[in-house]
T-cell receptor, first 111, second 111 residues
Framework: GQQLNQSPQSMFIQEGEDVSMNCTSS?????WLWYKQDPGEGPVLLIA?????ELTSNGRLTAQFGITRKDSFLNISASIPSDVGIYFC???????????FGTGTSLTVIP | DVKVTQSSRYLVKRTGEKVFLECVQD?????MFWYRQDPGLGLRLIYF???????EKGDIPEGYSVSREKKERFSLILESASTNQTSMYLC??????????FGPGTRLTVL
């Protein structure tokens, strides 16, 4: 199955800094999702994007559906310690309702 | 709030045992999915289901089977557990709008 390229693999940042991560695909997608996973827990949906160029916010999180439909971006502003976790992107062409997942970005926030 | 529950958070089984992992969702979603998650490999789709008694193979179905007798319940079966099936197993469900919601996961160890 297809895997998405997600970068960076890991980030170590100071509390208060902004964070950016991205996800790219070799295929065109119609839906992009961003999830956060805490250790030992299931992924929790953060933001869903359904249209090319769409920019959607959820509190301090902002995600964008790339215009080429082959990429997506997630930004976290003014990071706090509870932002620690693994962030996953997921994309779907809606064919068969299957999603393909990135390998995750591990975020560590240093107080 | 969407709720996806999994029967066990942690499970330890012996090689050759038959293992049942159960997933229940309370939102009347048509679609349900089983993934496994391994470090460095991300989420890989094992099986999914679009309706009661319907099932489709994902990317790594070997060694697994599934059952969906009721809309709210999707079971993953390991017919004869092996050590390479030690993993985190995640169940997800989704409505037709394709956003997937995950359960908390079952960490399975096969000795």
């Amino acid at each position: 199955g297809q895997q998405l390229n997600q970068s960076p693999q890991s980030m170590f940042i100071q509390e208060g800094e902004d964070v950016s991560m991205n996800c790219t695909s070799s295929s065109i997608f119609n839906t992009w999702l961003w999830y956060k996973q805490d250790p030992g827990e299931g992924p929790v949906l953060l933001i869903a994007l359904y249209k090319a160029g769409e920019l959607t916010s959820n509190g301090r999180l902002t995600a964008q559906f790339g215009i080429t439909r082959k990429d997506s971006f997630l930004n976290i502003s003014a990071s706090i310690p509870s932002d620690v976790g693994i962030y996953f992107c997921a994309g779907s062409s809606n064919t068969g309702n299957q999603f393909y997942f990135g390998t995750g970005t591990s975020l560590t926030v240093i107080p | 709030d969407v709720k996806v529950t999994q029967s066990s958070r942690y499970l330890v089984k012996r090689t050759g045992e038959k293992v049942f992992l159960e997933c229940v969702q309370d939102m009347d979603h048509e679609n349900m999915f089983w993934y496994r998650q391994d470090p460095g490999l991300g989420l890989r789709l094992i099986y999914f289901s679009y309706d009661v008694k319907m099932k489709e193979k994902g990317d790594i179905p070997e060694g697994y089977s599934v059952s969906r007798e009721k809309k709210e319940r999707f079971s993953l079966i390991l017919e004869s557990a092996s050590t390479n099936q030690t993993s985190m197993y995640l169940c997800a469900s989704s409505p037709p709008t394709v956003t997937q919601y995950f359960g908390p996961g079952t960490r399975l160890t096969v000795l």
